[in-house]
């Protein structure tokens, strides 16, 4: 019940993020032009690599206030969240450190592959969105407890909050400055650093404060025995970087930041499906968890075979925005981007396979059982580059996706595999891990 409250809150929430972000892509293009804007995605997609230095805390911590509040221990719960912020606290000053240190050795003209004339611009440009990425890295683990908890509609206000702060002050910068790369980082960077803080201040004075943080309860010995399991999805973390967050990357080098733009705005457009499917999903993170501690696995069949229906009306859909595409990306962005239909068919393709996905990974990365998720996505990363590569050099953005997608295919066979086999009590080996 819990579960479908926060799904159709947070589809009335996410429905306006998607709004926000849809315009918030039309308006940064008019400020910038879309050569640009593919250097700042590129950009913008390693600084969110250092996602990874949390060794996995966030999502171990998901798990464990899902387990601790399943058996009704709420100081636990707390003790867990303070450790969790201490030792990620420590995390983003190192990392802070250590960047100030290589941002005077790295070229990111050459990262990037674009004009040497915007050396300086671009090195601003990464200082200032690594610099609001270590502070937000600490800040977003109150979206970890809103989840966690099975409050995702709180987490899904945040996000749309911030969207629409950043669609503001970019408004703003349109009519105030000529377009820049460092005046877009610093507006787009700022605003989820004043959400996420507006937030933790108002839930964890009124709604979560059985659970505020406090350095008297934080103890390394709990954090540790969230690391046990954070580090499983750490290197998971890792391997998706590989596996999706290259892509940029790659795209850039095969064919010009000028071909990370179309990929961008068809990934956007796609995304809509994306948003509906973690509408519907991110609950049961947390509800498979509790109904796994208590062994409901009656409740967890019949989640999954409706969730499995719910896709089915999702890739319809799906369908129906590639038939729909040339004209959407027209009334959207008018004739600023030209979006190849090749690549609306493959990344349709990569949003449904991933849909399907979702389902069972989250299945389980609530109860635990990643061992066989952690060879297949380091695996898949690893594969992954040397494939897009290739694929990228004979079809552009195009063939990188498709690589992906083919990857993402193996790896939802066998994800699939270890669920039936785990709910029907035959995991052994590594299915059982």
Same mark, same amino acid.
């Given at each position: 019940?819990?579960?479908?409250?926060?799904?159709?809150?947070?589809?009335?929430?996410?429905?306006?993020?998607?709004?926000?972000?849809?315009?918030?892509?039309?308006?940064?293009?008019?400020?910038?032009?879309?050569?640009?804007?593919?250097?700042?995605?590129?950009?913008?997609?390693?600084?969110?690599?250092?996602?990874?230095?949390?060794?996995?805390?966030?999502?171990?911590?998901?798990?464990?206030?899902?387990?601790?509040?399943?058996?009704?221990?709420?100081?636990?719960?707390?003790?867990?969240?303070?450790?969790?912020?201490?030792?990620?606290?420590?995390?983003?000053?190192?990392?802070?450190?250590?960047?100030?240190?290589?941002?005077?050795?790295?070229?990111?003209?050459?990262?990037?592959?674009?004009?040497?004339?915007?050396?300086?611009?671009?090195?601003?440009?990464?200082?200032?969105?690594?610099?609001?990425?270590?502070?937000?890295?600490?800040?977003?683990?109150?979206?970890?407890?809103?989840?966690?908890?099975?409050?995702?509609?709180?987490?899904?206000?945040?996000?749309?909050?911030?969207?629409?702060?950043?669609?503001?002050?970019?408004?703003?910068?349109?009519?105030?400055?000529?377009?820049?790369?460092?005046?877009?980082?610093?507006?787009?960077?700022?605003?989820?650093?004043?959400?996420?803080?507006?937030?933790?201040?108002?839930?964890?004075?009124?709604?979560?404060?059985?659970?505020?943080?406090?350095?008297?309860?934080?103890?390394?010995?709990?954090?540790?025995?969230?690391?046990?399991? @954070?580090?499983?999805?750490?290197?998971? %973390? &890792?391997? +998706?970087?590989?596996?999706?967050?290259?892509? =940029? /990357?790659? #795209? !850039?080098?095969?064919?010009?930041?000028?071909?990370?733009?179309?990929?961008?705005?068809?990934?956007?457009?796609?995304?809509?499906?994306?948003?509906?499917?973690?509408?519907?999903?991110?609950?049961?993170?947390?509800?498979?968890?509790?109904?796994?501690?208590?062994?409901?696995?009656?409740?967890?069949?019949?989640?999954?075979?409706?969730?499995?229906?719910?896709?089915?009306?999702?890739?319809?859909?799906?369908?129906?925005?590639?038939?729909?595409?040339?004209?959407?990306?027209?009334?959207?962005?008018?004739?600023?981007?030209?979006?190849?239909?090749?690549?609306?068919?493959?990344?349709?393709?990569?949003?449904?396979?991933?849909?399907?996905?979702?389902?069972?990974?989250?299945?389980?990365? @609530?109860?635990?059982?990643?061992?066989? %998720? &952690?060879? +297949?996505?380091?695996?898949?990363?690893?594969? =992954? /580059?040397? #494939? !897009?590569?290739?694929?990228?050099?004979?079809?552009?953005?195009?063939?990188?996706?498709?690589?992906?997608?083919?990857?993402?295919?193996?790896?939802?066979?066998?994800?699939?595999?270890?669920?039936?086999?785990?709910?029907?009590?035959?995991?052994?080996?590594?299915?059982?891990?």
């Amino acid at each position: 019940m819990k579960a479908k409250k926060n799904i159709l809150a947070s589809f009335i929430i996410k429905g306006g993020s998607v709004l926000t972000s849809l315009a918030l892509v039309s308006i940064t293009i008019n400020y910038i032009p879309p050569v640009e804007y593919g250097i700042w995605l590129t950009l913008s997609s390693i600084i969110v690599w250092f996602n990874f230095f949390d060794i996995g805390l966030g999502n171990g911590l998901k798990n464990k206030i899902a387990e601790a509040l399943a058996n009704n221990d709420k100081l636990l719960v707390r003790i867990y969240i303070s450790s969790t912020y201490l030792v990620l606290g420590f995390i983003s000053i190192l990392l802070y450190g250590l960047f100030l240190i290589s941002n005077q050795f790295i070229s990111w003209v050459k990262v990037v592959n674009t004009n040497p004339v915007l050396e300086s611009e671009l090195s601003l440009a990464a200082l200032i969105l690594f610099s609001a990425f270590t502070i937000q890295f600490v800040l977003q683990l109150v979206n970890v407890v809103c989840d966690a908890t099975q409050n995702s509609k709180l987490s899904a206000l945040s996000l749309f909050f911030g969207n629409l702060l950043s669609l503001l002050l970019i408004y703003l910068l349109t009519k105030t400055t000529n377009g820049s790369i460092v005046y877009l980082c610093f507006a787009i960077s700022v605003s989820p650093l004043i959400v996420f803080s507006v937030f933790s201040v108002i839930l964890y004075s009124t709604k979560f404060r059985d659970f505020r943080p406090s350095l008297k309860l934080a103890k390394f010995s709990y954090a540790k025995d969230i690391a046990r399991l @954070g580090l499983k999805f750490f290197f998971i %973390q &890792l391997g +998706l970087i590989l596996f999706y967050n290259a892509n =940029n /990357i790659i #795209i !850039a080098q095969t064919s010009g930041p000028e071909a990370v733009t179309p990929y961008n705005i068809a990934f956007k457009y796609f995304g809509v499906i994306t948003m509906l499917s973690g509408i519907i999903m991110t609950p049961f993170w947390s509800a498979f968890t509790d109904a796994y501690t208590r062994q409901d696995f009656k409740w967890i069949k019949s989640t999954v075979k409706r969730l499995e229906k719910i896709c089915l009306i999702l890739l319809a859909l799906c369908l129906l925005m590639v038939v729909m595409s040339s004209y959407a990306y027209e009334l959207w962005l008018g004739d600023k981007v030209f979006v190849p239909l090749t690549l609306s068919v493959v990344l349709a393709f990569y949003t449904i396979v991933n849909l399907y996905r979702t389902i069972y990974c989250f299945y389980l990365n @609530g109860i635990g059982k990643i061992g066989l %998720q &952690l060879y +297949l996505v380091i695996s898949a990363g690893l594969l =992954n /580059i040397p #494939i !897009a590569l290739y694929f990228g050099s004979l079809w552009g953005a195009t063939g990188v996706i498709l690589a992906t997608s083919i990857l993402c295919v193996i790896c939802g066979i066998f994800e699939k595999i270890q669920y039936h086999k785990l709910v029907n009590g035959t995991a052994s080996g590594i299915w059982n891990r």
